[in-house]
């Protein structure tokens, strides 16, 4: 007896025959089998919301984070035997820690799902927030901020970023826009917190301050992340961290973001230095980083128009308007109103890049690997982070306490990467 006519699994109708003397006979019925359900391990854009009560919910959850820097502080106050390079080192070891933590809680989100990593950050940034307001050394500074409390922050983001992702397809680069509008927030938030209350309190106070609100927000962000998503649980492989490099269009997103992030927060950590040499006070030049933080609506402005024009083409036009930006305004200023201006233009558009390079990894990737794949983005982009700070810090240094060598490479930077991007467009 043979069986013929099998289909694909889920109804098959399988006809039964027999041959005699020659001659084929084929039974009265066919007799239809019906296979159990196939689970898609990875969802089709069909299968993910793209909106309701529930996915805008887990986009409030991942707003409600960021922190500020205290650059200047350290400089002015605190250290101020230590060089500038030095000090960039804590904000550059915080910056990449962040990001070298990625593929880590990235691989654990998709094998075990948000909650646990958000929980873990959650006391790792407030333990750390504790340590920073006791700390009267540099290196415990370093430790505190520049890694107990960055790997907290990192473990937040990710549970953010990855969830949000999962419940969004074509309003993707929206709602990671509005996510992302809550770093904006705090960049508002925290400076004006700390230049209003550092003078008042001192600075472990206002350090204790900011752990008071973001308790408050990490308890909200606790109850309402939550991934769309089903965990996968596999082995870990080095092949699965290596292998997506190789692929032409994350290769070249890769190579972009790592131009782009090791110049774009340049601005952020010396603009207000450089405002003082204008005769600029440090509490007026501490508004400088609001304003390039002020960027709150733009990011969902942006994230709608980059779902509507093509998030790579956002990303493209957003990363050569930095650079042109750097390599005109600020590096051609000569007062505290062309400052401002520049600050007011350069936060919207940089910013861009930050909401939307997740959502250029989850437009080339599958829903199963984004958190992995994020995080091999971000791995990339802590060495970007790592070595730009200080890199800034020594070319201020070698230019004499000027700002050109440092805005020079931070526009060249910024237009390489442009290039890259079109490539992997």
């Known amino acids: 007896m043979d069986v013929s006519n ?19 006979f084929c039974s009265t019925e066919d007799r239809s089998v019906h296979s159990p359900p196939q689970v898609d391990l ?6 993910i919301p793209d909106g309701g009560l529930q996915a805008w919910i887990v986009v409030w959850g991942g707003l409600l984070y960021g922190i500020g820097v205290f650059q200047d502080y ?60 006791i700390a009267t050394k540099y290196y415990q ?20 970023v990855t969830c949000v992702s999962s419940w969004f397809e074509k309003n993707r680069a929206l709602a990671l ?61 080095l092949a699965q961290f290596t292998a997506p490099l190789r692929e032409h269009p994350f290769g070249l997103v ?17 603009i207000s230095v450089q405002a003082e040499t204008f005769g600029i ?5 501490s508004y400088l980083v609001v304003v390039l933080n002020s960027t709150l609506f733009g990011r969902v402005l942006q994230g709608y128009i980059a779902d509507r024009i093509g998030r790579f083409n956002m990303v493209i036009i957003a990363t050569a308007a930095s650079g042109i930006l750097v390599l005109t305004l600020w590096l051609l200023s000569t007062n505290a109103v062309h400052l401002f201006v520049f600050a007011g233009f350069y936060g919207l558009f940089a910013s861009a890049f930050t909401s939307l390079a997740p959502a250029l990894v989850g437009q080339i990737s599958i829903i199963s690997q984004n958190g992995t794949r994020i995080g091999i983005q971000s791995a ?34 910024m237009l390489m990467s442009t290039c890259a991007f079109l490539l992997a467009k």
Not at 6 to 24: M, N
Not at 141 to 160: K, M, N, P, R
Not at 281 to 285: H, I, N
Not at 389 to 411: D, R
């Open 141 to 160: 500074v370093l430790l505190a901020q520049g890694v107990c409390s960055s790997i907290g922050t990192s473990a937040i983001y990710y549970s953010g």
């Open 380 to 413: 990339v982009i802590s060495l970007a982070v790592l070595l730009g700070n200080p890199v800034g810090g020594q070319l201020i240094e070698l230019y004499h306490k000027s700002s050109v060598g440092l805005q020079v490479f931070t526009g060249a930077a």
């Open 177 to 237: 826009g509005v996510m992302s509008s809550g770093s904006s927030l705090g960049g508002i938030i925290y400076p004006t917190m700390i230049s209003g209350l550092i003078s008042r309190v001192g600075f472990g106070w206002t350090v204790r301050s900011i752990i008071f609100l973001m308790f408050i927000l990490l308890i909200v962000a606790n109850m309402t992340v939550a991934s769309h998503s089903r965990p996968l649980r596999s082995p870990v492989r």
């Open 281 to 285: 006070s440090a509490a007026d030049a």
């Open 6 to 24: 099998v289909s694909s699994p889920a109804d098959s109708t399988i006809t039964f025959y027999w041959e005699k003397d020659g001659e084929t």
């Open 74 to 133: 350290y400089q002015k106050t605190a250290f101020p035997s230590t060089s500038p390079s030095e000090i960039a080192w804590i904000s550059s070891t915080e910056l990449f820690m962040v990001f070298a933590c990625g593929p880590i809680f990235g691989r654990i989100i998709d094998s075990h799902g948000p909650r646990l990593v958000l929980a873990f950050g959650s006391a790792m940034q407030l333990f750390g927030l504790l340590m920073m307001s």
């Open 42 to 47: 990875v969802q089709s854009p069909e299968c």
């Open 254 to 270: 890769c190579l972009g973001s790592f131009l782009f992030c090791s110049a774009m927060f340049l601005p952020f950590n010396f």
